[in-house]
């Protein structure tokens, strides 16, 4: 195992930049730019850009990360300092406790225990809770910084102030995920007046992968720009698989509980009791899982609308849960117990993901009553949600041509109350396997510019095998393509400094600060190189010295100012 | 050199659909499909699949394709039955009289020699002037049976008849590129209300690329699905070069004229002539090229319009014959010339694609005043070529955020009297160099949707390098995406036939029909196959044996139906 881990981003400085109200220091990092030289031998300074930051400590050179050890637990103090929660003496689920217990597992375990916090009795210890009772938290204001870059610097306006933050998450239409078992993780928010998030999968089946590998996932992951990064291991040892995970990634982490509840009872769907799930539950928010994917909207009366389906039920959370409602001839145990579920959930502030169980996967399925139906119900559970100051995401497709995706969009803001949503995607045609990351970026450009707040990536791989390192990566800059071109067209504060910056540095032919604004400067210096065959400075490959538009230019505007 | 090229697709039988008002045989590739077998055994046929195809006779096992003496030629008897036009005793151009004339060229000369069709004085003989008359051409009725597949069969109600290609092509709203000296070419058309093109662009530049290479990724480019093809070669040989790819390009071919004129003064801007750059349209002409983009729409006026922009001119024509202007002190030659421009083209009937030499290189730079200024001048020469009877194309951006996408359409729509849009893209964010293929789909997709016509692919070394064959096919296949992902979105009649086929494929567990069917089978089984670790007929490495939610489907529907 590879233990010490390190991001490099080329002409990068790693910066903390300071709260007004809280001692946070925010993670950004600065991208130091060349001078402009002008034929005439003029200097220009150009400014440095502040990009957005997923890499954690991992790319800060003060700080080795040894994933042996976990990250620093940036938020504990902040968590303590409350003092509206208390540390457990033991584990509070029977499995996690069998499974310490097991000494068959320290191979494979997780060598640092941390015991788990939970809210006092009786006290509402949420992110939205604080923030209905006007509070700002030091995790609000990290959000807010984040979120405005170089705004402030730059003199340019902006909506995002920490009060603003606060409302948003008061309101539910914005939700900051934040699990007080996982203080690794750096403040993000999700909701349609930020910048839209994107969301990376990772984890083993029962067929592939180990944790070393799926640590070195979340970890590229982090590299290449992923918001969150859900878990959704189904193999062996995935107690142990999360563990490391969680104490490794600076990001929130999702996963879908009842993956492992299931595996729990060896796949048999009949077997799976609310008394499994429940432990399951309690087990996941010890270990600092952020946000749980919960198919309580998918209902007995809905499955006889997916008979006519070309592709039935395309989500495994949701063919579970059909399953063990068609055996047990009962309502989904997911909506009859939602109540308790919130319950578990506000006590750690973890988030729910309202599962689509019934998103289309197929376009002929796209928009049909089933989906419609589940939506709606989404919408019931999110109020119920809001009641326990839990934060609301809903799920969303999955496959979709584009002439229907807004009114996707639509629905979920007329049913769900300004929850944020979050899809998969969509995929705009169903015909190109091995490049759904391109036909989903498609639609989720699109989606994410109505008012999407995060998107689920999708990789080339999808339908066909599990995201290798390398697919992680394609879907991840996939993705940051598709969350960025929405935050232009949104207008979001800042958003095209980047752009700019990378323009100028193109048109000036300073290609090490074009490659180093990019999304993936390892890729373009890659491909540029290939294609060198000589100095090139002014020119490249694709036109060849006396083709250069760029250089034409150039030689115009010297003759103009002459 | 490799001699014989085939191109074969698995379990596709190349089929040719005959006409009813002509003797034709319209290329088309029919997917077989295999059974589904329930889980009782029960069998059910499942119909094989239509889809268009631009492989041309690589394809067809009957014939045997030799580069160096090029494709059957498809469409001599017919230009040769209408009686207007006459085959030349020699070439027209001197410039390729005296290539023709030069032994040294003989070892990179393509072999065989076939001497030009011309107009007979005075006869329209475009497409556009047959239609305007009234003529239903064997070259209208292909396409029309071309644009529908199968819809016949299937009883999918069609707006697209012959008579419909026709008027639509009189009205100027479609443009079916066929030069009489391209009869190897298959047709095609390009309009609104076709199914969406998508365009690949090749040649080599002074830097790099042999004759052969290009020829190999012009047989790519077909084989994955490129409607049109431009040579945009800059280096030596271009004559020679074109010569090889036309011959052996079943697809129409467009080219920058410009760039050979720009050669023949070896680089020399200023050295550019009238008289060179006539003699090159008329060697291009005469050689087979289907359409030129001239840059006939930027304007003297213009220039001080673009001093301000991040990224200056981008487009290589645009930028030389800004800079010709500028040394001059004259107005653009192919604004002024334009009437002789099209009195030529219209005596081979290739068609004009209007260049926007001052698209915008950075998203900065959209919409501007100079773009718009000259998208104004595209639409006044579009009615000139219209007198002429040469089919018209409006060249469009570029970069552009996914906000001001939906104005360039309309503003085309009201300039250009409805004549086909034809986009580079649109790249929706600068910050990807290394991913442009997809920035640029996700822009593409959008404006196809919107009404372009064609849309031109950029692949992933755009901005970086010339693309390499495994770079045309990302760039096709990504932009197959686009255009196909438009016509579903548009309504196209039958487009969706293709992924419905797929669909029920992929939840019947059919993976050698989903992948046959798909845009890339070869990538998809690759990828598949990779994660195959055992016999996985009914699930796979994505979700393992307990987790397939295709699998519980079947398993409640089989549940259900007990």
Redesign the interface.
Same mark, same amino acid.
Request: charged share 15%; with cysteine.
């Given at each position: 195992m590879k233990r010490v881990h390190k991001i490099t981003y080329p002409s990068s400085e790693k910066m903390y930049v300071g709260g007004k109200i809280h001692e946070i220091g925010v993670a950004m990092r600065r991208v130091a730019l060349t001078d402009t030289v002008s034929a005439t031998g003029e200097v220009t300074k150009n400014a440095s850009v502040m990009v957005y930051d997923t890499s954690g400590p991992y790319s800060d050179p003060a700080v080795e990360v040894d994933i042996t050890r976990g990250l620093g637990r940036l938020r504990s103090e902040w968590i303590e300092r409350r003092g509206d929660t208390e540390q457990l003496g033991e584990f509070s689920s029977e499995y996690c406790r069998a499974r310490l217990a097991d000494s068959s597992l320290d191979a494979i375990r997780f060598p640092v225990a941390n015991l788990p916090r939970r809210a006092r009795e009786g006290v509402a210890i949420t992110q939205m809770a604080y923030a209905r009772r006007g509070i700002v938290t030091p995790e609000m204001e990290y959000v807010a910084i984040r979120e405005n870059l170089q705004n402030e610097e730059l003199g340019i306006e902006t909506h995002i102030t920490p009060e603003f933050v606060r409302d948003e998450i008061a309101a539910g239409r914005a939700v900051l995920p934040a699990n007080i078992n996982h203080p690794e993780a750096e403040p993000m928010i999700i909701g349609s007046k930020f910048l839209v998030k994107i969301n990376t999968n990772i984890g083993n089946?029962?067929?592939?992968s180990g944790i070393d590998e799926e640590v070195e996932k979340a970890i590229r992951s982090c590299k290449w720009g992923g918001d969150t990064l859900m878990d959704l291991s189904?193999?062996d040892n995935i107690h142990e698989t999360r563990e490391w995970i969680v104490r490794n990634t600076p990001v929130p982490v999702g996963t879908v509980p009842l993956?492992q509840a299931?595996?729990k009872v060896d +796949?048999r769907?009949a077997d799976l009791t609310w008394e499994i799930y429940r432990d399951t539950l309690i087990e996941q928010c010890e270990q600092g899982v952020d946000y749980f994917t919960i198919h309580a909207g998918l209902l007995r009366a809905h499955?006889p609308l /997916?008979?006519g389906r070309? /592709?039935?039920?395309?989500?495994?959370g +949701?063919?579970?849960i $059909? =399953?063990w409602m068609?055996v047990h001839g009962a309502e989904n145990l997911f909506y009859t117990r939602f109540r308790e579920i919130c319950e578990i959930l506000a006590r750690y502030d973890v988030a729910v993901s309202l599962g689509d169980g019934l998103r289309p +996967?197929?376009?002929?399925d796209a928009n049909d009553a089933a989906q419609m139906a589940e939506l709606s119900v989404l919408g019931e559970l999110t109020l119920i949600a809001w009641e326990y100051g839990v934060g609301v995401l809903i799920e969303g497709p999955g496959?979709v041509? &584009?002439?229907k995706i807004g009114a996707n969009m639509e629905a979920e803001l007329a049913q769900c109350h300004g929850a944020p949503f979050y899809t998969l995607g969509p995929l705009?045609?169903?015909?190109? %396997?091995?490049?759904d990351?391109? /036909?989903s970026?498609?639609g989720a $450009?699109?989606i994410a510019?109505g008012g999407t707040a995060m998107i689920c990536y999708v990789t %080339? !791989?999808?339908?066909? $095998?599990?995201p290798d390192g390398e697919d992680v990566r394609a879907g991840v800059?996939?993705y !940051?393509?598709?969350a960025?071109?929405?935050d232009?067209? !949104?207008?979001h504060p800042g958003a095209?400094v980047?752009?700019?910056a990378?323009?100028?540095a193109?048109?000036d032919f300073r290609w090490r600060d074009?490659?180093n604004?990019?999304?993936?400067p390892e890729? $373009?210096l890659?491909?540029?190189k290939? +294609?060198?065959?000589?100095d090139e400075s002014d020119h490249? /490959? &694709?036109?060849? %010295? =006396?083709?250069?538009? &760029?250089k034409?230019?150039?030689?115009?505007?010297d003759?103009?100012a002459e």
């Open positions: 089946s029962a067929l592939s189904t193999g993956y299931l595996e +796949g769907i499955l /997916t008979a070309v /592709t039935g039920i395309v989500s495994r +949701g063919s579970i $059909a =399953n068609t +996967g197929s376009i002929a496959h041509p &584009m002439h705009v045609t169903d015909i190109a %396997p091995g490049y990351h391109i /036909t970026a498609i $450009a699109q510019w %080339p !791989k999808e339908h066909l $095998a599990l800059v996939a !940051k393509i598709a960025h071109a929405a232009v067209a !949104k207008g095209q980047r752009d700019d990378l323009s100028r193109r048109f074009q490659f604004l990019s999304l993936d890729r $373009a890659e491909y540029y290939a +294609g060198r065959l000589g490249c /490959t &694709m036109c060849g %010295p =006396n083709f250069c538009a &760029m034409l230019t150039h030689q115009l505007r003759c103009a």
